[in-house]
């Protein structure tokens, strides 16, 4: 059974830095796309970023802030986030899929950037 737990959110100012981490355990984490969604009050969730193997793609509204990365050897995958502005404000999420497998996802992590 996949486990994801995600850490690193908080609050930070307009034009601030956090970076989330999601450590997986359970399975093969080299095998699996990891992810990162974000939900923000009264929306739904949304897709920032993916990587899959050495491939990453970004919402439009991130790229250029954002970095998702992953460290094989840790089974973890870390979304570096810049110049945060008051719309990034949501709960991130970390998010595991393969082929034939359910997806799996993590319990989430608060960022508020607040003027």
């Known amino acids: 059974q996949v486990h994801l737990v995600e850490s690193g959110g908080g609050l930070v100012q307009p034009g601030g830095s956090l970076r989330l981490s999601c450590v997986f355990s359970g399975s093969i984490f080299r095998l699996y796309v990891m992810a990162w969604y974000r939900q923000a009050p009264g929306k739904q969730r949304e897709l920032v970023a993916t990587a899959n193997g050495g491939s990453t793609n970004y919402a439009d509204s991130v790229k250029g802030r954002f970095t998702i990365s992953r460290d094989n050897a840790k089974s973890t995958v870390y979304l570096q986030m810049n110049s945060l502005k008051p719309e990034d404000t949501a709960v991130y999420y970390c998010?595991?899929?393969?082929?034939?497998?359910?997806?799996?996802w993590g319990q989430g992590t608060q960022v508020t950037v607040y003027s």
């Open positions: 998010k595991a899929t393969v082929p034939g497998l359910p997806d799996y």
